[in-house]
């Protein structure tokens, strides 16, 4: 199949970028989307041009390393997938396809589609963990955990940090990555004990990086590679009016 | 934690939005309600003006506290829109909605839009009718029971005889509906009132409110016109 990309071209964080067409005349159906770009820098490097730089790692949606906004969606049309999982049987022949970063001011663009994630490490570094002293490992289900509260503790621990949800919010707001990781971690009777000070520390950290506030767009639910419930930004604000309240 | 940091935080910026907003909602079906008692005729709305009115120290109290409501959620509202542009200096040349489960259609899309028209709307709302002509301009109705107060019902009819409040109200009520359509849903998500069996049906609720209250209110106008 033939396909047509508008990538996003920036030399550099400082740089005007811009919007370049490239054909992609021999794409396959079973490629994923990465992997398309893989064979636009095969072109490109054929005819000695400067490669489109994208992030990428374990390429099977994982590891939240992927993240382009592909067509105006935050990972591509397919729900619940990164754009590493997307394949080209998603497109048609001849489509064209707009490719840019994930855009907002918390995670401004470093070259091409490449942008700078690491409010996301400071809003774990913040209070995105269980404090713990460490030892031998404690006996499995040495604390009964009923499992309805499992696995709604395991569905929030799917967020692998992509940042799908603030690239698709129109206020560029970090609501669900912050609270996917509060509730993974508040639910569970381990966390639970720091759950006010985890709650306020991830919060303010996440208004200090400058991401937007919630409007309850849910946009961010839409685009999740693996479907993170606006719920928890409920539960979110629940745990900070407890904190609150109990000082 | 610092009570005005936490109010000044993220969350505590939705959760009064959502608050002051479920206060406004409230308002807003009670006088719709309210406003129906003009139907029966001049006996029964004026009376039921009157009775608030003597209400005394509550009705004050409560008037006191819906203008800190709509100021409060007023200036929040406005900084949340002001935030939202500074939290992307660059916008995207392409955007999509992904579609369902998003709740960002038309009403959500459009709050500051809406809720800026309200507040205009607002004002020359209070100017016609709450500061428009009463007992002093001759505007004096006599109750079954003898007591002689403000004429509303008469105001209300001359005003909803003019077209343009005729038919002007009744498209800011579509916009305070689609207001309450998104707004409804989003003060009990900001509340942290939801869980994800619940969403669903508070969405739907927030939809029939929105009807029922945007209904309510633009009929009024519309009967006055065309019927009285
Ligand atoms: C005074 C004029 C008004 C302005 C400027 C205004 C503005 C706004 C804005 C911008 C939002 C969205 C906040 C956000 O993006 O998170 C909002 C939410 C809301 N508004 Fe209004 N609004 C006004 C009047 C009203 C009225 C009369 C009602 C009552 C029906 C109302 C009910 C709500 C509700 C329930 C919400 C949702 C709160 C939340 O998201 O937590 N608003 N308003
Ligand atoms: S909540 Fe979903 S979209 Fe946001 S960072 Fe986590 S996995 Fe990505
Ligand atoms: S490359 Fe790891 S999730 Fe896409």
Redesign the pocket.
Known sequence: MIINLRVWRQEGPESPGKLVDYTVPEASEHMSFLELLDVLNEQLLADGEEPVEFDSDCREGIC?SCGLMVAGI?HGPQKRTAVCQLHMRSFKDGDTITVEPFRARAFPVIRDLVVDRSA?DRIITAHGYVSVTTGSAPDANAIPIPKDTADEAMDYA?????????AACPNGSAS??TA?KIAHLGLLPQGEVESPQRVTAMVNQMDAEGFGDCSNYAE?EA????G?SVAGIASMRRAYMKGLLSG | MNLITALTSPVGRKVLTGATGIGLVAFVIAHMIGNLSYLPGPEAYNGYAHKLLSLGWIFYTIEILLALCFLLHAIIGISIQIRRWQARPVGYKMYKSAGKPSRSGYSARSMIFTGIILLGFLILHLISFKYGPGVAEGYTATLDNGESVRDLHRLMTEKFKEPLYAFGYPIIMILLGMHMRHGVWSALQSLGMMSRRLSPYLYALAAILGVFVAVGFLFVPLYIYFLV
């Open positions: 939240g935050a996301f799917t967020c692998i940090g992509c940042g799908a949800c603030v669900l990555f996917a961010c685009v999740c590679p693996k993170i």
